[in-house]
Structures are given as C-alpha cells and as structure tokens.
C-alpha cells in the first residue's frame, strides 16, 4: 500500500513559481511510475507531468512544457513539480497518482492518489 500526500500549493500572481511536493508512505515507491493530474472547476482531471522508474523518462501536456519541470528524490520518497511562468489557466487542484504500470494512465481505483493541493494564479 501507498500513501500520497501532497504539499506546496497556494496563491500566486501570474508569472510567479511554486513547487508541488507529493510524499509517498511504502518502500515500493520508488518503483512506481508517478504523475501530477490536475482539475480545475467545471473540467475533467487532466494529465500535466508524469516520470517514470528512471528519472530521464519524463511526459509533459503541451501547455506546460518549458515551464513545469517533474523530479524525483529516491532518498526522500518524493516527488517534485516546479512550475514556473504560472498562468491563470493553470488554477487547479493538482494530484499526485502512483502505479506499476508502464504508461501514464493511471486507474482512479487500482492505483494510489493523494488528497490534492489547491494552485491559484491570480493578481
């Protein structure tokens, strides 16, 4: 079993940067591919960054490429989203999800989710 919690969301004006932290309970994590989904009011939950076993495989949706960077600390059991150059449009929850699989889909019942961090870009 794996525990996700997520930290490091807030309020900031447009242009400005955040780091999202998702740590993981469970000594199997650092094994699991894992991902940062997002949903804002009236949307559906959708894909941003995600990385897998090895931190050289990384994913980004279009919108967020140059701007968001994922990573991951294996001592720590954490992993991180640095998102920079922050857009109104980017105002979410964002989530953390966790599988074995071997792609970026990730089950909302078979896999591990955390609660979620608030994002608000706004001046």
């Known amino acids: 079993q794996v525990r996700l919690v997520e930290s490091g969301g807030g309020l900031v004006q447009p242009g400005g940067s955040l780091r999202l932290s998702c740590a993981a309970s469970?000594?199997?994590?650092?094994?699991?591919?894992v991902a940062w989904f997002r949903q804002a009011p009236g949307k559906e939950r959708e894909f941003v960054a995600g990385?897998?076993?090895?931190?050289?495989?990384?994913n980004y949706r279009d919108s967020v490429k140059g701007r968001f960077t994922i990573s991951r600390n294996y001592a720590k059991n954490t992993v991180y989203l640095q998102m920079n150059s922050l857009k109104p449009d980017d105002t979410a929850v964002y989530y953390c999800?966790?599988?074995?699989?071997?792609?970026?889909?990730?089950?909302?019942?078979?896999?591990?989710w955390g609660q979620g961090t608030q994002v608000t870009v706004s001046s």
């Open positions: 999800a966790a599988g074995e699989g071997t792609s970026w889909y990730f089950d909302p019942v078979d896999d591990f």
């Open positions: 469970g000594r199997t994590f650092n094994t699991y591919v």
């Open positions: 990385i897998g076993q090895s931190p050289e495989i990384t």
